[in-house]
């Protein structure tokens, strides 16, 4: 990230539909689908288009490209995952494969201006694209809002500021073109995305109406140390764009992401990590998303799944029923919940089974661990298996609660997504079998939670169980980029990095 002034800079029509990626691609609408649906009906202008932010044609720095092309296709992508293809299982309507492919850098009006690895590049060796530059040289003063809005540092330790800063994401964060889904991030969810260690106030950026003092608009930062080969680069991880529907046209995006580039930028950061459902110059690893229906009858009467031919519901229900449901039991003998005490082996495992398995993973500190992957009801899980004998952990899963708000469904109203988090099984990438073994009981755990459905990307070696626990190959990719930073290419399996 640099703080340099893009503001001559235009979007072409692909980074056009991205900064819409959030309103379209969402609930079982493909990129493909919005870009038939626009052919159809015109390009309408970017003001106009239902997104969870204002459209941005003129990012105005590096960390706003990073944002504007990165976090809200993120958000979208996430919700597409629930319901994209289940091919494999015949439980949802199946998509088309995307079939994007990257285009030629300088057909990239905006792409081609920024410091990332161009279309062509063939990176063989990790390092920066340009230099940080000193802090000094960082522009000290506030960028200047139009005259009704003022910023605000958002204190979400304040209740009241809390519930505002909910309020504000519930009714106006990522929803489905029909306005029929949209994300329902906790209170509690909100407060553990946003301040890890290392948090700071001033990260949690607001605009606010200078006469009503409501608050409008918000974006998140969080930093964080990603090892990325051989280096180890301490980033931030932007979150939570959003821009209150009825201000998409007052241009409040550019300059909320302008700011908080330059308050990043004052603390020495100049790179991030980001991901997008959309193609773009140029990614270092792909992934894909699978799901496993943990409630099927639910899912059918929601609209999102569909009884085959040649089955009845009992035969679907009966076919997807995980062992040991009826009594919520792991299979894993000497499994329980995880404690504080826990914290040292789990990163101990953590750092054994990322650096075995792959080649870019957060290097998480014991403080890290203890926030990210301490239970919190209703928004992380997570669990240890401890050998009797030794009293030693031999096993450790995670995974996270990112629910849905079903808006126009008589019978229902929420809908509950568990995303795999980390992992590290006993004998760590050699024992598949293990491995199957603590991800079955996971799905075991989040049934026990009352979830709907459980998703996971093929990162991380991930692809050796999926077929085992009937999970359905979805049609929804990620790609996975680093902002001024050339790394080599990393496949899929040999990637460790789970963004929430």
Not at 24 to 50: H, L
Not at 151 to 176: F, I
Request: charge should be neutral.
């Amino acid at each position: 990230m640099s703080n340099r002034d893009e503001d001559d800079v235009e979007l072409d029509d692909e980074e056009d539909e991205l900064a819409q990626d959030g309103g379209n691609a969402v609930a079982g609408t493909s990129a493909n689908a919005a870009k038939k649906k626009k052919k159809k009906k015109g390009k309408k202008k970017a003001a106009d288009v239902k997104t969870d932010a204002a459209p941005v044609e003129k990012p105005a720095s590096a960390l706003a490209s990073v944002q504007s092309q990165s976090q809200t296709p993120v958000s979208a992508n996430r919700l597409l995952s629930l319901f994209d293809s289940l091919a494999k299982q015949g439980l949802f309507e199946p998509e088309k494969e995307d079939k994007t492919v990257l285009k030629p850098t300088q057909e990239y009006k905006f792409w081609k201006t920024q410091p990332v690895v161009k279309t062509e590049e063939v990176v063989d060796v990790d390092g920066p694209i340009e230099e940080d530059v000193p802090v000094s040289e960082v522009q000290q003063t506030p960028y200047k809002l139009n005259d009704l809005f003022e910023w605000t540092s958002v204190d979400v330790n304040d209740e009241a500021q809390l519930k505002e800063t909910y309020q504000l994401l519930t009714e106006n964060y990522v929803e489905d073109k029909d306005a029929a889904f949209r994300f329902d991030y906790s209170r509690e969810f909100l407060k553990w995305a946003i301040q890890p260690p290392g948090w700071k106030k001033q990260w949690h950026l607001g605009v606010r109406a200078k006469e009503s003092k409501k608050l409008v608009a918000f974006i998140a930062g969080t930093p964080s140390d990603l090892k990325i080969h051989d280096s180890d680069r301490h980033i931030v991880d932007i979150n939570f764009l959003c821009i209150h529907k009825k201000l998409r046209s007052k241009r409040l995006a550019p300059v909320l992401i302008k700011e908080i580039t330059r308050l990043v930028n004052l603390e020495g950061i100049f790179q991030a990590a980001y991901t997008a459902g959309t193609a773009l110059p140029k990614p270092f690893s792909v992934c894909r998303y699978w799901h496993r229906s943990l409630n099927f009858k639910k899912l059918h009467e929601i609209g999102f799944s569909y009884l085959p031919r040649d089955q009845t519901m009992a035969g679907m229900i009966k076919r997807l029923k995980l062992p040991a449901v009826e009594f919520f039991e792991a299979q894993v003998p000497g499994t329980r919940a995880m404690q504080e005490k826990d914290v040292p082996q789990v990163k101990a495992l953590l750092a054994e089974f990322l650096s075995i398995r792959c080649d870019v993973y957060p290097n998480f500190t014991s403080d890290e661990v203890k926030h990210w992957f301490m239970p919190v009801p209703e928004v992380v899980y997570s669990y240890v298996v401890e050998d009797p004998e030794t009293g030693r952990l031999t096993d450790f899963y995670s995974f996270y609660n990112l629910p849905s708000s079903i808006l126009r469904n008589e019978k229902h109203n929420h809908l509950k997504a568990a995303y795999l988090f980390y992992y590290a099984p006993k004998g760590m990438a050699k024992d598949l079998n293990r491995t199957t073994a603590i991800i079955r009981d996971a799905m075991i755990q989040a049934v026990k939670n009352n979830f709907d459905v459980f998703n996971c990307l093929d990162l991380m070696g991930n692809d050796r169980f999926l077929e085992a626990l009937h999970f359905g190959k979805g049609d929804g990719q990620l790609n996975y980029y680093l902002f001024n930073y050339r790394c080599r290419a990393v496949r899929n399996e040999r990637l460790g990095l789970v963004l929430q």
